[in-house]
């Protein structure tokens, strides 16, 4: 220790980095054992065709994950505990009739930490917007793509704006009379069609947050090019 107090200081920090940077890269030359994020696509499907989005050029055939195999697979991971476990892929799983049952089922297993989903909100009415209310799960991202109906239509193909709205206000409202329900994140992708409306889509929003609740701006991908074999066909994108 007197030796140590002798040195001087930057000899000392000198040191402590040199450790930290060896202590860094044996943690990430030995990844963990199992993954601590996992994401178990409910359904393959969806029922809209955005441009911006490969799954409706998919090759893979459509479907949806039968409730005995998600929990058979959620009784595998729970062992090994997970930091977030997603219930979506490339589908919608609202079109899943269980997918709130998918929620329920991995948050009784403490093990894991966090429960997400990310939805079109499409189809976020009904039995189905109350049974997620109750399910336990963690988040509720909101893909909404736009902050006017021009913008939103123009890429959400098969969507109506005011439909949409209808259902996002719906669930806001409902979930505040139950006292209880996912938090909300409402997301927009950052292409050059919303750029100029992130602002407004922020203002849109924010006065309607409850703690815990976010707004999102999410780097566009492209998805190997997926934008440019979509103007080589001439769609306007």
């Not at 799983?93 to 966090?114: D, G, N, T």
Request: aromatic residues 8%.
């Amino acid at each position: 220790m007197r030796a140590l107090k002798s040195l001087p200081g930057q000899v000392l920090g000198d040191a402590y980095g040199r450790l930290r940077a060896a202590g860094l890269k044996a943690k990430f030359a030995r990844p963990p054992s199992f993954p601590r994020r996992i994401a178990i696509e409910s359904a393959s499907a969806c029922n809209l065709e955005c441009p911006m989005c490969p799954t409706p050029s998919k090759s893979r055939k459509n479907g949806i994950m039968p409730l005995a195999t998600f929990r058979r697979l959620i009784d595998e991971i729970a062992p090994h505990g997970l930091d977030r476990l997603f219930l979506h892929l490339w589908g919608e799983p609202l079109i899943h009739p269980h997918v709130a049952e998918f929620a329920s089922y991995a948050k009784q297993h403490a093990s894991i930490r966090e429960v997400i989903m990310s939805t079109n909100a499409t189809l976020l009415h009904g039995e189905r917007a109350e049974k997620l209310l109750h399910s336990g799960l963690d988040y509720l991202v909101l893909s909404l793509d736009g902050a006017t109906q021009i913008t939103y239509e123009s890429l959400r193909l098969g969507a109506r704006y005011d439909a949409t709205m209808a259902n996002v206000a719906a669930f806001l409202q409902r979930r505040a009379q139950v006292g209880q329900g996912p938090h909300v994140v409402f997301q927009i992708i950052a292409m050059k069609q919303t750029e100029a409306e992130i602002a407004l889509f922020r203002e849109r929003w924010a006065p309607l947050l409850m703690p815990g609740d976010e707004i999102s701006v999410k780097p566009f991908n492209n998805w190997s090019d997926h934008e440019g074999a979509l103007a080589r066909t001439g769609i306007p994108f």
